[in-house]
Structures are given as structure tokens and as C-alpha cells.
């Protein structure tokens, strides 16, 4: 079973009696998201998925944060956005397009990623359902009670407070209509009637009633478990900064239950997502982060599912860009197989159902073989499909051309340690190191490339075959084959190891290969 299965389980046996499961995730369109960010979708989406499977109806809502104030530049943003930090995202200008704002663009541009990942999710823009007035039953609710809400507060905080502190705090943010920032502070509050008096650093001055006003939001101690109420939330995680005991999860617990009187969602934090071998050819447009659409770039969409899926919200780990992203390919590729052919166990089914993987799949070409071979090649895409067509590779469909292209994206940007080069020169002292029958393999090689293999398993073959002049035990054959190759690797490449030989010799001109052994 695996972990989101687990979740949804739980989810049953402590709310059996719920008509809708909402399911909740949270994003704040202040930069790119990146894929730790994602884990704030993929994992509400995955525990979504396993609780229909369950029978159970499901909403799963997104609710983009764009109320919120601007609170830094971020690393590509132009140091001239400055200027904006204390107003909302939605009445930012975007630095990238024209007439959108700051949050429409972000929002946009991750909403595209969702739906490249096939994410369908209900989507509620926090500037909307605060000017709408939606909220202001509650806001009201909220400043009634913020002697007690303050008091829930003052709980987790380690230093004394004080009553001056008590008596200025409210639990909300005014943006001035006149500068459109929430530098404002708030000097008296009528119960009765909801007006607020207030002023901004601005030198503006204002009365507003809580009972109408737009350009008022809840702190987000507050904010987040009254939305927990008003969309009934059953299931919501979130980062582990926010999870800690004393952290803003378990003050927005007291306030659902002691201020709204909603008994607080289900929730699991979940832990960080690493980079590995991004180095400096990370994506120059997102500053120092990766996001989804970068990872696009490298991963079928199937495989970025396999990583959120197969590792639990706790468990950090690395999504790698160097040379394990072969292996991430080949491992994949391996239990797609077992998959489909039925031969996979129980667990390791279950995290393939939650990668929406189809039987077409299959079709795919070994990554490493394009990857290997691409720079070989020149990058001469008709001579790539007329070698691998010879490895019986269907090179004519849609799933050979979507791999190639992730392939040549990874070669050209992250993989430049995993290009294989003929040497320049022969490698003398190597030759002269071998023995005179190790030497007559290597003459009985370049006969053998004189030969016109149709397929490069003939080729393959026949390569074993160079050995087995009088050699008959088995064990003995095997060391001989492995020592053989081991030469032509180093012969060829300077190395132990290399590329399948047999697709390898038919990519490089015969010549080349003649004059180096």
C-alpha cells in the first residue's frame, strides 16, 4: 500500500461520516513555484486521488494567496519592485508582461504547469472572496474576539508579553486606499457598530466598517483556519516550518476550535525536495530555483509523479539532473514493464496507478540510448534513427519523438559529463600492456567490422563471439568476453566501461575505429 492510500485511509476512520471530503492546498503566487512547492499539490492531489478510489466524493480546491502583501524582491525580480512591498499581489504590476498583474502572471504560469502534470483542481482567488464581502461576517468575528485570539497567541510565544501589546493588537491588515499599503495601524475599534478608525504612514487617515469594507484581511493565524471553516476542509498539509509545536499550525488549530468552532482538517506536514546537479546551468529565468516546467525539460511527466508518489511527505529527497537521471529512466522504464505485465508486487502497484502511466508508455526508447548517442551522432537526428532502427527500435512515433526531445534537453544542458568521446589517438601504452592473444582479438575486431550486420544484436553477437576460439568451460568463457570488451572500451574510450558495443561501433565511422585499434 502505499503512503497516499495510507492518509485517505485514515482520513475515513477519523471523519467516516463526511458527505465531501474537501481536500485543500495553499499557494502564494510571490515568485515561480518551484518542485518543493509542488509537494504542496502533489500531496493533497495524491491522498484526492486514493480517497475516490475509495468511493469517496472529493473537491479538491486550491486557494491562491494573492491577497497577501508583497513582502520581497525576489532574486530575478528588477530591484525596482521595491517600491510594491506592502501591497497585494493583485495590484502589482507583472515584470514579465503587460496589462496583468504580478499574481495573474505567476497564477498563470503555474496553472499551466497543472495542467501539463494533468492536475484538475477547483481554484479560489483570495482577492475575490475578500472583496466580495464573503468574509466579513468573520473578519467581525475575528475583531470581536481579539482579546482571546491574542491570548492563543501569547500561549506559544516563549517571551512575556506585555499590555500594551494586548490592547494595539488586531487581528487584521488594513491596505490604505490611498497608497495601497498595509502600513497602516489601527487606533480604535467600535464592537457595536464595526467601525475602525486608523491611519496609514502615509499620512493618510481613515474610518472604515469592518461590516463592508474591501481592503481589510485577516492575519494569517487567523486567516487560515477561518478559511478552513468557511470551504469545510477535511485534509490539508503543509512545510514543516509551519508544523512545528509551536508553530503556526497548532495556533490556527485553537482558533478553528475556540473562535470558529470548526474542528480543524486533517493535516500532515511534509518535508523538503533538493536539487541534484543543478550546478550553474540552472534555468537563468527562475533565479536560483527549479520549477516544474524546467523539470518538463528533462522528465516525462509520468516519472515526476513517481517521485512524489513513491517517497512519503516526510521523507526529503533529491530529484537529480546529473547522471542518475539515467538511472531514475532505466529503474522507471523497469516497472512500467513489470506493470504491465503483471509481474509487479502490491506496493510498487500502487505507486504506479498514482502516476497515470499508459500501456503507450511502452513505446518509449531507452533514454540512455539517446542520450549516449545523441553527441555521438552529431546531433544528426535521421542517422540516430537509422542506427537505433537497427537496435529494433520503432523510431516513428509520437513516444520515440517526446523522448528524444527530453533527452537532447537533458544532453545539452546537464549532461556533459555522460557524453561519450573516441579517442583522438591510439592508446599505445594500453596496447602494448596486452598480451599477443588479447592483441589477436583486437585484429580478429577489425576483420569482424569489415562484415555488414543488419541489426546491432548481430553485431552484439558476434562480438562475443571473438573469444571462443578454444575456450569451452563456460566461467572461463564469460572472463574472456568480459576481459574483451573491457579492452575495446579502453581501446576506444579510455575507459573500463562504456556504451552497448555493438550500437556503438555502428555508430562511428568504421575507419575511425579501424585506425584506433
Given at each position: 500500500m502505499n503512503w497516499a492510500k495510507e492518509v485517505a485511509l485514515k482520513i475515513i476512520k477519523e471523519r467516516p461520516n463526511e458527505e465531501i471530503y474537501t481536500v485543500a492546498s495553499g499557494v502564494s503566487p510571490s515568485g515561480f513555484v518551484h518542485i518543493g512547492n509542488f509537494r504542496e499539490i502533489a500531496t493533497p492531489y495524491l491522498v484526492a486521488k486514493e480517497l475516490k478510489k475509495l468511493g469517496k466524493?472529493?473537491?479538491?480546491?486550491?486557494?491562491f494567496d494573492e491577497f497577501d502583501r508583497f513582502r520581497k524582491v525576489p532574486g530575478n525580480i528588477d530591484s525596482s519592485y521595491e517600491k510594491y512591498i506592502g501591497m497585494p499581489y493583485t495590484e502589482i504590476p507583472s515584470p514579465f508582461t503587460e496589462n496583468e498583474s504580478y499574481a495573474t502572471y505567476m497564477e498563470n504560469r503555474f496553472l499551466n504547469e497543472l495542467k501539463a502534470m494533468d492536475v484538475e483542481v477547483e481554484c479560489i482567488y483570495?482577492?475575490?472572496?475578500?472583496?466580495?464581502g464573503r468574509y466579513n461576517r468573520y473578519i467581525k468575528i475575528a475583531m470581536d474576539n481579539r482579546d482571546k485570539i491574542f491570548s492563543i497567541i501569547d500561549d506559544f510565544r516563549t517571551q512575556e508579553s506585555t499590555e500594551e501589546e494586548r490592547k494595539n493588537y488586531y487581528p487584521i491588515s488594513i491596505y490604505c486606499p490611498k497608497c495601497r499599503k498595509d502600513s497602516t495601524t489601527i487606533s480604535y475599534y467600535d464592537k457595536n457598530t464595526g467601525e475602525v478608525e486608523y491611519s496609514c504612514s502615509c499620512g493618510h487617515n481613515d474610518i472604515l466598517n469592518i461590516n463592508s469594507a474591501?481592503?481589510?484581511?485577516?492575519?494569517?493565524?487567523?486567516?487560515?483556519?477561518?478559511?478552513?471553516?468557511?470551504?469545510?476542509?477535511?485534509?490539508?498539509?503543509?512545510?514543516i516550518d509551519h508544523s512545528a509545536s509551536n508553530g503556526s499550525k497548532a495556533v490556527s488549530e485553537r482558533v478553528a476550535r475556540e473562535i470558529f468552532n470548526y474542528e480543524p482538517p486533517l493535516y500532515i506536514p511534509y518535508n523538503f525536495i533538493g536539487i541534484k546537479g543543478g550546478g550553474a546551468k540552472m534555468s537563468s529565468s527562475t533565479g536560483n530555483v527549479l520549477t516544474i516546467t524546467d523539470l518538463l525539460k528533462v522528465y516525462d511527466k509520468n516519472i515526476i509523479w513517481w517521485f512524489y508518489a513513491r517517497f512519503d511527505n516526510m521523507h526529503a529527497f533529491d530529484i537529480a539532473l546529473d547522471n542518475d537521471v539515467i538511472r531514475y529512466y532505466s529503474e522507471f522504464d523497469r516497472w512500467v514493464k513489470l506493470y504491465?505485465?503483471?509481474n509487479i508486487d502490491d506496493k510498487n502497484k500502487s505507486i504506479l496507478d498514482l502516476t497515470n502511466v499508459k500501456e503507450e508508455y511502452l513505446n518509449n526508447p531507452n533514454f540512455s540510448y539517446l542520450a549516449t548517442f545523441l553527441p555521438i551522432v552529431n546531433f544528426?537526428?535521421?542517422?540516430?534513427?537509422?542506427?537505433?532502427?537497427?537496435?529494433?527500435?520503432?523510431v516513428n512515433t509520437k513516444e520515440f519523438n517526446q523522448r528524444l526531445e527530453l533527452a537532447t534537453n537533458w544532453v545539452n544542458n546537464y549532461g556533459a559529463d555522460y557524453q561519450v568521446n573516441l579517442l583522438n589517438e591510439r592508446n599505445i601504452e594500453y596496447y602494448e600492456s596486452l598480451s599477443n592473444l588479447e592483441k589477436e582479438w583486437l585484429k580478429n575486431t577489425i576483420l569482424l567490422l569489415e562484415e555488414n550486420f543488419k541489426t546491432t544484436n548481430d553485431l552484439q553477437t558476434a562480438l562475443y563471439d571473438v573469444v571462443k576460439d578454444g575456450i569451452l568451460a563456460d566461467k572461463e568463457l564469460k572472463q574472456a568476453q568480459k576481459r574483451y570488451f573491457q579492452i575495446l572500451y579502453n581501446m576506444l574510450l579510455g575507459t573500463d566501461q562504456g556504451p552497448k558495443l555493438g550500437l556503438f561501433l555502428m555508430a562511428i565511422d568504421k575507419e575511425k575505429i579501424k585506425a584506433i585499434l
Amino acid at each position: 500500500m502505499n503512503w497516499a492510500k495510507e492518509v485517505a485511509l485514515k482520513i475515513i476512520k477519523e471523519r467516516p461520516n463526511e458527505e465531501i471530503y474537501t481536500v485543500a492546498s495553499g499557494v502564494s503566487p510571490s515568485g515561480f513555484v518551484h518542485i518543493g512547492n509542488f509537494r504542496e499539490i502533489a500531496t493533497p492531489y495524491l491522498v484526492a486521488k486514493e480517497l475516490k478510489k475509495l468511493g469517496k466524493k472529493v473537491r479538491y480546491i486550491l486557494s491562491f494567496d494573492e491577497f497577501d502583501r508583497f513582502r520581497k524582491v525576489p532574486g530575478n525580480i528588477d530591484s525596482s519592485y521595491e517600491k510594491y512591498i506592502g501591497m497585494p499581489y493583485t495590484e502589482i504590476p507583472s515584470p514579465f508582461t503587460e496589462n496583468e498583474s504580478y499574481a495573474t502572471y505567476m497564477e498563470n504560469r503555474f496553472l499551466n504547469e497543472l495542467k501539463a502534470m494533468d492536475v484538475e483542481v477547483e481554484c479560489i482567488y483570495q482577492t475575490k472572496e475578500y472583496q466580495s464581502g464573503r468574509y466579513n461576517r468573520y473578519i467581525k468575528i475575528a475583531m470581536d474576539n481579539r482579546d482571546k485570539i491574542f491570548s492563543i497567541i501569547d500561549d506559544f510565544r516563549t517571551q512575556e508579553s506585555t499590555e500594551e501589546e494586548r490592547k494595539n493588537y488586531y487581528p487584521i491588515s488594513i491596505y490604505c486606499p490611498k497608497c495601497r499599503k498595509d502600513s497602516t495601524t489601527i487606533s480604535y475599534y467600535d464592537k457595536n457598530t464595526g467601525e475602525v478608525e486608523y491611519s496609514c504612514s502615509c499620512g493618510h487617515n481613515d474610518i472604515l466598517n469592518i461590516n463592508s469594507a474591501t481592503n481589510v484581511k485577516l492575519q494569517w493565524k487567523v486567516d487560515w483556519p477561518m478559511r478552513w471553516m468557511i470551504e469545510r476542509v477535511t485534509f490539508e498539509t503543509g512545510g514543516i516550518d509551519h508544523s512545528a509545536s509551536n508553530g503556526s499550525k497548532a495556533v490556527s488549530e485553537r482558533v478553528a476550535r475556540e473562535i470558529f468552532n470548526y474542528e480543524p482538517p486533517l493535516y500532515i506536514p511534509y518535508n523538503f525536495i533538493g536539487i541534484k546537479g543543478g550546478g550553474a546551468k540552472m534555468s537563468s529565468s527562475t533565479g536560483n530555483v527549479l520549477t516544474i516546467t524546467d523539470l518538463l525539460k528533462v522528465y516525462d511527466k509520468n516519472i515526476i509523479w513517481w517521485f512524489y508518489a513513491r517517497f512519503d511527505n516526510m521523507h526529503a529527497f533529491d530529484i537529480a539532473l546529473d547522471n542518475d537521471v539515467i538511472r531514475y529512466y532505466s529503474e522507471f522504464d523497469r516497472w512500467v514493464k513489470l506493470y504491465f505485465n503483471g509481474n509487479i508486487d502490491d506496493k510498487n502497484k500502487s505507486i504506479l496507478d498514482l502516476t497515470n502511466v499508459k500501456e503507450e508508455y511502452l513505446n518509449n526508447p531507452n533514454f540512455s540510448y539517446l542520450a549516449t548517442f545523441l553527441p555521438i551522432v552529431n546531433f544528426d537526428i535521421d542517422l540516430l534513427k537509422e542506427l537505433l532502427s537497427k537496435e529494433n527500435i520503432n523510431v516513428n512515433t509520437k513516444e520515440f519523438n517526446q523522448r528524444l526531445e527530453l533527452a537532447t534537453n537533458w544532453v545539452n544542458n546537464y549532461g556533459a559529463d555522460y557524453q561519450v568521446n573516441l579517442l583522438n589517438e591510439r592508446n599505445i601504452e594500453y596496447y602494448e600492456s596486452l598480451s599477443n592473444l588479447e592483441k589477436e582479438w583486437l585484429k580478429n575486431t577489425i576483420l569482424l567490422l569489415e562484415e555488414n550486420f543488419k541489426t546491432t544484436n548481430d553485431l552484439q553477437t558476434a562480438l562475443y563471439d571473438v573469444v571462443k576460439d578454444g575456450i569451452l568451460a563456460d566461467k572461463e568463457l564469460k572472463q574472456a568476453q568480459k576481459r574483451y570488451f573491457q579492452i575495446l572500451y579502453n581501446m576506444l574510450l579510455g575507459t573500463d566501461q562504456g556504451p552497448k558495443l555493438g550500437l556503438f561501433l555502428m555508430a562511428i565511422d568504421k575507419e575511425k575505429i579501424k585506425a584506433i585499434l
